[in-house]
């Protein structure tokens, strides 16, 4: 038996970690979210979350290896053995690439890459809210224009690698969360069932 890896990918604020908590508790697999582990990490100073914490303020990315690492460790957890939902990762074509080869040493494979779109306008709001409401040190107007175009720029790409190989699945994010995560789910369904 393999396990399966369900990748959540979208813009920052596209609600893609709310969704992949409601799945992961759904789908009795751990939610690995990059962003989560990072911010643990700088508020316990570690080395990695020192190195992390300025870059994570100014809205770019930590640097590939660095993430790579923390992913590598995080998925060697035993809670990890059937499979995981990836919010935040891979985000750039160097992960992904890393990602395919840790998938291959752990005996998973991608069942489908859950492609969250809003529009930026709708994202920029929603994240602007969610600083009033979380306080995030990421969420100021000049982090969220920043995150945004890193996200064009270096993650979009992304997508397409997984568009040529058959596995992404684009969801309308737009909507209320309930109807999101019925579709999201729909997909799932469909998607994991014809592989497994
Ligand atoms: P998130 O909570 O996923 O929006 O991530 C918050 C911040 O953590 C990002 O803006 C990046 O600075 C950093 N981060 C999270 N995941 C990654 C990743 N896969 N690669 C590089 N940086 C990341």
Redesign the pocket.
Known sequence: MTGVAVIFFGP??SG??TQASRLSKEMNIPQI???????YHVSQGTELGKV?KP??????????E???QM?RERLAQPDAVLGALF??????VA?AESLDKILAETDKHVGVVLHVDVPDAVITERMLKRAQIEG?A?DTPD?IA??LK?YREKTAPVARRYEASGVLATIDGDRPIEVVAADIKKVVEERTAAVA
């Open positions: 920052p604020g893609k970690g979210s990059t962003g989560d582990l990072l911010r992390a870059i994570m303020e100014s809205g770019a990315l930590v640097p590939d660095l993430v790579t992913l919010d935040g990762y891979p985000r750039t992960q995030r990421d982090a920043n995150r890193v």
